[in-house]
């Protein structure tokens, strides 16, 4: 199974931007599709967007036209790109192997303050 290792999250204002980095030990070429996933404190983890096979993209209702999500397989890693947030995407973010089934990563914490 790959394992993820993110980073990027952070501080940002209502409006600003971020871009989160997902690197994958092992082939992310062995990954049919990948997903970045956040979990809200007193909320469960919920799937942000995910990316499959012809960088075929799909996305939470609630971060369409904001989030985009990426990946670059020379360099194993799979990116989301968090435009225009919300205090209301504030939360830990996860990447994993959606297909086939992989492990979760540490997160990396993205906060938004108003």
């Known amino acids: 199974q790959v394992q993820p290792v993110e980073s990027g999250g952070g501080l940002v204002q209502a409006g600003g931007s971020l871009r989160l980095s997902c690197v994958v030990s092992?082939?992310?070429?062995?990954?049919?599709?990948m997903g970045w996933f956040r979990q809200a404190p007193g909320k469960q983890r919920e799937s942000v967007a995910i990316?499959?096979?012809?960088?075929?993209?799909n996305y939470a209702d609630s971060v369409k036209g904001r989030f985009t999500i990426s990946r670059d397989n020379a360099k194993n890693t799979v990116y989301l790109q968090m435009n225009s947030l919300k205090p209301e995407d504030t939360a830990a973010y996860y990447c994993?192997?959606?297909?086939?089934?992989?492990?979760w990563g540490q997160g990396t914490q993205v906060t938004v303050s108003s």
């Open positions: 990316i499959g096979i012809g960088d075929r993209t």
């Open positions: 092992g082939s992310i070429g062995s990954v049919v599709v």
């Open positions: 994993k192997s959606v297909i086939p089934p992989g492990n």
